[in-house]
């Protein structure tokens, strides 16, 4: 059997669905005839079923086909994807292809369709719904089969009228449809309405995968479950016209099993929502979404099958450097590995998935007092940032966010699983901790985390005729502050006769108004104060700034990055004179220093540690980027890189110090001979 096999309920209210739900039944069905509007009754039933799937069947001569899918996406993002079509009528097969053409909503523009019975000139496509929800189709005349054959994803008869032979000879018609439209016929599944008293034994003779049963004579399913004990393995189908977009050097048929229902190629209906980033499109020719250690190594020996094919590794998306989407090559997302626990309350000792993202880390360590320094935006993944640095609001008071790692679990390019800390593969726990993307897939990660309270957070925009000075003021108050305070600058461009306008961003690690008042007076008095926005509230709602949903980030923007001591009036100048050319549309400052300067440079990877200042810019035109990025190159000492989109190796020699980059290859040789992990800042085992 390619399908599992399922046991329905023909539902006429919300009491029979539940208690469908309670006998463990996997669908509710509304048939066309049963209730006046099947969606409204259906959409009920959602709201008070949790698990069960839900599906109805739709007369088309009474709906707009648009419409109907419409509809269709929204029930099925209510439900959490939950939902099956039927669709019954003279013109179906037009309207399920108009159904699914509203459906795709990552497809390009909107949708235009012209049948027989049905013309769309220009149609809004979307929402995207939550899964690809299944057609069906009904009939059992010739005509109604070859259709179902050639388009649906099931066909349902009523086996109470239809005799067995009738049954059998309309498989053999679906099956023949099928494979004259390019389908494997095992593409379309088929559903029966039975009565109850069937043994097991006639079951499996009618030959179908799903039975649907009235209502108001559900059996006990006990009977039945051995035919889903000794089910064979299910298989993934997709239709001719998504395994047409599939690219050029990808083995799809070569997908690991543990990893096959999961996956995403071009053409797939989950494409959209895991094709691009935060920031940028991609075009990947497959995404793999491992849910387990064990299958991120399976998602790495079909990587190492494909030597030539870029290799992305994601953890939540919103990198700005690139390098978790590609055009044409394989990503490993790890999004669904965003599992949190507390290991040891008494050592505020903490377990995160690299697909957590930050915002739900501070929500989970919240109720507990606790709090770790992670960036500034919620919706970055763990991953990317744990084993890069972590710059974040509370960085001079606590450091960053690689000081709190205590141990993490690697799959290694060879599907190893290792265990690193500071006593166990201690030089790859090194390596993790600024460059990991170079030498395996963490799958878990280990902090110790900070008792936070309240903390003040202060947004203010100041102006000044003279931004270079602004940036001397406001560089030497943030030296001179509590290292309560972290923070940063943001400028962009000034229009002529107005003064330079900078928005000041900071956050006091304190709980106490006046402390917190106190410590930001000589930030706000660094220039005239246009607007302010002072609060006290949790650090989890601070970082709670990210909205959810996919990435849709669009083209390639260019970003460099910069690490600095001091704001020095030569620096200042030439700043902003970068600001002022126009190159750039986003110039930002991020305040380090403090307890990142605490460690030793040899203790990690990221071994810039004197850098009071992180600078970044991003533009769209690498040229103009470059050329107005090297008139401050002679005034940094060191990158932050996850802030940085060169991957060349001049810029990777520039994040790593040269005995750092020397140990790093040696560390490299030993865990990614073969360079498994090349697609991202490489560390090249030989120096250039």
């Known amino acids: 059997m390619t399908h599992r096999l399922r046991f329905g309920a023909l539902v006429t209210s919300v009491a029979e669905a539940r208690r469908a739900e309670e006998l463990g039944y996997d669908l509710a069905v509304i048939t066309g005839g049963a209730h006046a509007d099947p969606w409204t009754l259906l959409t009920w039933i959602a709201g008070h079923t949790e698990r069960i799937g839900l599906a109805a069947v739709i007369d088309t001569g009474h709906r707009e086909p648009t419409v109907i899918g419409r509809a269709a996406a929204s029930l099925d993002l209510l439900s959490g994807g939950r939902l099956e079509i039927g669709l019954t009528g003279a013109d179906a097969g037009e309207v399920t292809e108009i159904v699914r053409g509203v459906l795709d909503a990552g497809e390009p523009g909107p949708l235009r369709y012209r049948g027989e019975s049905h013309h769309v000139p220009k149609a809004q496509r979307g929402p995207l719904p939550a899964h690809r929800v299944p057609i069906w189709l009904t009939g059992d005349d010739p005509e109604e089969l070859r259709r179902a054959g050639r388009l649906a994803d099931g066909w349902v008869a009523d086996a109470t009228v239809l005799s067995s032979d009738d049954v059998l000879t309309s498989y053999r018609s679906l099956e023949k449809a099928a494979a004259d439209a390019g389908r494997d016929p095992s593409e379309v599944r088929r559903i029966l309405i039975i009565e109850p008293g069937l043994s097991g034994d006639e079951l499996v003779a ?20 051995p035919l889903r004990e000794t089910a064979g393995p299910l298989s993934v189908f997709r239709p001719p016209s998504v395994r047409a977009k599939r690219r050029v050097g990808i083995d799809y048929d070569a997908v690991p099993d543990s990893l096959a229902a999961t996956a995403v190629e071009p053409g797939d209906l989950d494409y959209a929502r895991v094709r691009n980033t935060y920031m940028r499109g991609g075009a990947p020719g497959i995404v793999l979404r491992p849910r387990t250690t064990a299958e991120v190594a399976d998602a790495l020996a079909f990587a190492r099958a494909h030597p030539g094919v870029p290799l992305g590794v994601r953890s939540a998306g919103h990198g700005i450097s690139g390098r978790s989407t590609n055009d044409g090559g394989i990503v490993i997302s790890l999004a669904a590995m965003d599992g949190m626990e507390i290991l040891d309350a008494s050592h505020r000792l903490i377990r995160v998935g690299p697909g957590a993202r930050w915002m739900d880390v501070a929500r989970f360590l919240a109720p507990h007092g606790w709090a770790l320094s992670s960036g500034d935006y919620g919706g970055v993944g763990v991953g990317g940032l744990a084993t890069a640095g972590g710059i974040g609001w509370l960085a001079r008071k606590h450091g960053l966010t690689i000081d709190h ?8 390019a060879d599907g190893t699983v290792v265990r690193a800390s500071v006593t166990e593969n201690a030089d790859l726990f090194w390596a993790v901790r600024g460059a990991g993307a170079n030498v395996g ?9 900070d008792e936070v309270g309240d903390v003040g957070f202060a947004q203010l925009v100041v102006a000044a005729d003279d931004p270079a000075q602004l940036l001397v003021d406001w560089g030497r108050a943030i030296e001179a502050a509590p290292r309560d305070l972290s923070g940063q600058l943001i400028m962009g461009g000034r229009r002529p006769g107005q003064p330079a306008f900078a928005q000041l961003m900071a956050m006091v690690d304190s709980s106490d108004p006046e402390t917190i008042i106190d410590t930001l007076q000589p930030i706000a008095a660094v220039s005239p104060l246009y607007q302010q926005n002072v609060t006290l509230q949790p650090y989890a709602s601070v970082m ?38 126009g190159a750039v ?3 930002q400052i991020r305040t380090v220093g403090g307890a990142v300067a605490d460690v030793d440079p040899s203790e990690t990877a990221y071994a810039h540690r004197s850098a009071n200042f992180s600078i970044a810019v991003m533009g769209s035109s690498k040229r103009r980027v470059d050329e107005a990025w090297a008139t401050l190159l002679p005034h940094f000492d060191g990158l932050y890189l996850s802030f940085e989109t060169d991957p060349t190796p001049e810029r990777v020699a520039d994040a790593f110090p040269a005995a750092t980059m020397e140990r790093l290859r040696g560390i490299k040789r030993r865990y990614d001979p073969d360079n498994l992990f090349r697609d991202n800042f490489n560390i090249r085992t030989v120096a250039r």
Do not use: K, M, Y
């Open 405 to 412: 790692l205590r141990g993490v679990e690697v799959v290694l």
């Open 585 to 587: 549309h986003w110039f």
């Open 544 to 581: 709670a700034n990210a909205a959810d949903g996919h990435h849709q980030g669009q083209g390639d923007p260019i970003s460099r990055s910069g690490l600095i001591e001091h704001l020095t009036p030569a620096f200042a100048r030439a700043a902003a004179a970068l600001i002022a050319s």
């Open 441 to 449: 897939v963490v799958t878990s990660f280990d902090f110790e985390v």
């Open 206 to 225: 009618l030959g179908a995968d799903t039975f649907l049963i009235r209502a108001d004579e559900l059996p006990d399913l006990t009977a039945w479950s």
